[in-house]
């Protein structure tokens, strides 16, 4: 199942032992800047990660790039 909300993306990184608290900690976790539909800060640079109610988006730019990988999915 592809992960599909933000509480779903904080339970995989849970299962995983990994509690990330804010944008700060994920973007140490991911080694980019993260931005979650929710949350207070956005970052304008960078490649980024969106989880939403649609999935889990992978943007560099403007430009989005297709899909969660493998992994991602339960």
């Known amino acids: 199942m592809q992960i599909t909300t933000y509480s779903a993306f904080l339970d995989y990184l849970l299962d995983a032992g990994i509690s990330p608290v804010s944008p700060g900690e994920l973007e140490e976790f991911f080694g980019f800047p993260v931005f979650i ?8 640079l960078g490649n980024r990660v ?3 109610e649609s999935g889990i988006s992978f943007l560099e730019g403007n430009t ?11």
Do not use: D, I, N
């Open 50 to 52: 969106v989880v939403s």
């Open 64 to 74: 989005q790039l297709a899909g969660a990988p493998a992994s991602w999915r339960r």
């Open 37 to 44: 539909p929710g949350m207070k800060e956005w970052f304008s």
